[in-house]
Nanobody
Framework: QVQLVESGGGLVQAGGSLRLSCAASGRTFSSSTMGWFRQAPGKERIFVAGVNWRGTSTYYGDSVKGRFTISRDDVKNTVSLQMNSLKPEDTAVYYC???????????????????WGQGTQVTVSS
């Protein structure tokens, strides 16, 4: 099992930056593909970024490409999301997720992930 706890959310002005972190506990973190999703009020949860269990592949949703960067640290059991050039439309609750399946596939659907954090609010003011 993997337990996930997000942190780093908050209020930022448009054009600013935030760094989200997700602390993972459990023995399967190093074999887990990790992802970030977000859900804005009244909207469906959507894929933001993912990194495979080997750390050799990262991939992003179209709306954040070139602005967000996902990374993982298997020593500290953390996955981070660096968010730059934030826009008001980035406002959402951001969720960390894990797929504990040793897969190198690109996972962008929320039903492909087994474990979820509780979420952290990101608000971008205009």
């Amino acid at each position: 099992q993997v337990q996930l706890v997000e942190s780093g959310g908050g209020l930022v002005q448009a054009g600013g930056s935030l760094r989200l972190s997700c602390a993972a506990s459990g023995r399967t973190f190093s074999s887990s593909t990790m992802g970030w999703f977000r859900q804005a009020p009244g909207k469906e949860r959507i894929f933001v970024a993912g990194v495979n269990w080997r750390g050799t592949s990262t991939y992003y949703g179209d709306s954040v490409k070139g602005r967000f960067t996902i990374s993982r640290d298997d020593v500290k059991n953390t996955v981070s999301l660096q968010m730059n050039s934030l826009k008001p439309e980035d406002t959402a609750v951001y969720y960390c997720a894990a797929n504990a399946g040793f897969t190198t596939a690109t996972l962008t659907r929320d039903d492909e992930y087994d474990y979820w954090g509780q979420g952290t609010q990101v608000t971008v003011s205009s």
